[in-house]
């Protein structure tokens, strides 16, 4: 049976949607740069006194931009507790994993916790992924008494992860992978990317305050092309090691368990007769 078109009202409630998304997106960018473009910024050796103004303010914006998408997302729609239920359950076990890892700590930047935020953006789309990915960071901290400046940028970067999972499937639907072991294999380069990349994003939120070697922190006014020298120097001689260690892990979790987890979800997906099924999906929204 044919699907019936959305709706005026659905195709309004989904535009209204995307806006908040891309509105959170904007703010999220913003936040991490904001710094580069201050005539001067207070330097310190403590990473924490990074962004202390502003910090319960970006949280504040974002904890209430992410209700502010669940409570659009599930209105209209049949299955809508069964929607709030899934996203629920996915971040408690995703936060359990955290204090896990919190509790035993792995090498480096080695974390349990991405391969599932990737895996849920890959199956239900890049909104449900966005919302897995910063409730994921923001209940864990709660449980695990990691609150801190950093928290609003570690739920940001941890949402676009979840919302660019679903690029994934222009590879897999091009050569055909899904439902093997090639489809994890792409699933697994990305999440290793990601490992990366997270930790790269993250250095930004507190590089332009921090204090070093000249030839590696940031000075006001400087050119843009020696910025960027000065901060991969600082990557490397500081973070890429350490988030080595995150991209092995994910890459490692997604090989042992990206398998079963998919035919998990896209099980909960059929049974559920799951409606979120954003564009990027390749569904009806």
């Known amino acids: 049976m044919t699907e019936a078109p959305p709706s005026?009202?659905?195709l309004k409630q989904l535009l209204l949607s995307l806006s908040i998304y891309w509105l959170t997106t904007v703010i999220g960018a913003?936040?991490?740069l904001y710094p580069f473009w201050l005539p001067g910024v207070q330097q310190s050796s403590l990473m924490t006194q990074a962004h202390t103004a502003d910090s319960p303010f970006m949280l504040t914006a974002l904890?209430?931009?992410?209700?502010?998408v669940v409570l659009l997302e599930v209105q209209g729609a049949a299955t809508s507790a069964k929607f709030v239920a899934l996203l629920g359950i996915l971040v408690a076990i995703n936060s359990v994993l955290r204090f896990v890892e919190v509790a035993i700590p792995?090498?480096?930047g080695f974390s349990p916790i991405f391969f599932l935020i990737v895996?849920?953006?890959y199956v239900y789309g890049g909104r449900f992924g966005f919302l897995m990915g910063a409730l994921t960071l923001f209940v864990s901290a709660l449980v695990t008494g990691t609150v801190g400046p950093w928290l609003p940028y570690q739920m940001f970067t941890a949402g676009w992860i979840g919302m660019s999972a679903p690029l994934c499937k222009v590879v897999t639907r091009l050569f055909r992978l899904e439902g093997g072991w090639a489809e994890v294999a792409v699933l697994a380069l990305f999440g290793g990317a990601w490992g990366i990349v997270y930790g790269g994003i993250m250095n930004i939120w507190?590089?332009?305050f921090a204090m070093g070697p000249i030839d590696q922190h940031w000075q006001p006014g400087i050119p843009i092309l020696e910025a960027f020298r000065r901060y991969a120097a600082f990557y490397v001689a500081t973070s890429f090691i350490w988030d080595a260690m995150r991209a092995f892990g994910n890459i490692l979790f997604m090989a042992l368990f990206g398998q079963a987890v998919l035919r998990a979800l896209r099980r909960f997906q059929k049974r559920f007769a799951f409606q979120y099924r954003p564009a990027e999906a390749g569904g009806r929204p």
Request: net charge negative.
């Open 8 to 10: 005026a009202a659905e």
């Open 30 to 32: 913003a936040a991490f």
């Open 63 to 68: 904890v209430g931009l992410c209700f502010v």
């Open 106 to 108: 792995g090498p480096g």
């Open 119 to 121: 895996l849920t953006g």
């Open 206 to 208: 507190f590089w332009p």
